[in-house]
């Protein structure tokens, strides 16, 4: 089966090291992500959230679990699915990207859909997805700050 392969981008006005504590630390995503819970299913090696870390996220009766496999602080974070969708050789990859005004956020990922013909289906609906995420992630450090009203209905 063919893989698919996505990318979206999302700028925040906060700088990386802002950024960083509320992508890299597991408790922290059911501040600013739809979850209703998210945890470390078992620390990394070097860092809890760091390489090795898996993490498991629930939203209503769909339960994610992924194994961190690059730790960059302040710049990149992948993960592999390890279950919870029927997709194959998936990999995500968040890179935050300096710039003179905040951060770029890049979320991307490849995979391989095991049911075929459902590949363009689980792209875009990862997309969308993926979207939703980082302009959540974006927005987060000014609605922390009363900046910013974030519309809570993603939940």
């Given at each position: 089966m063919k893989p698919q392969h996505l990318s979206?981008?999302?700028?925040?006005?906060?700088?990386?090291d802002v950024i960083w504590p509320l992508l890299s630390d597991v408790s922290t995503w059911t501040t600013w992500a739809p979850?209703?819970?998210?945890?470390?299913?078992?620390?990394?090696?070097?860092?809890p959230n760091g390489v090795g870390a898996v993490r498991?996220?629930?939203?209503?009766?769909?339960?994610?679990?992924?194994?961190?496999?690059?730790?960059?602080?302040?710049?990149?974070l992948t993960y592999h699915l390890l279950s919870g969708l029927p997709l194959d050789s998936y990999s995500a990859t968040v890179e935050?990207?300096?710039?003179?005004?905040?951060?770029?956020?890049?979320?991307?990922?490849?995979?391989?859909?095991?049911?075929?013909?459902?590949?363009?289906i689980f792209r875009r609906g990862m997309e969308r997805?993926?979207?939703?995420?980082?302009?959540?992630?974006?927005?987060?450090?000014d609605v922390a700050a009363g900046?910013?009203?974030?519309?809570?209905?993603?939940?």
């Open positions: 979206v981008h999302a700028r925040s006005s906060a700088p990386p979850f209703e819970q998210a945890f470390l299913e078992q620390p990394g090696a070097d860092d498991q996220f629930h939203r209503g009766r769909y339960v994610t679990r992924e194994e961190i496999t690059e730790f960059v602080p302040g710049r990149r935050l990207v300096p710039s003179d005004d905040g951060t770029d956020i890049v979320w991307s990922s490849t995979f391989v859909a095991r049911i075929p013909g459902t590949g363009a997805l993926y979207r939703q995420f980082a302009e959540l992630l974006a927005a987060a450090p900046t910013h009203s974030l519309e809570r209905s993603h939940r």
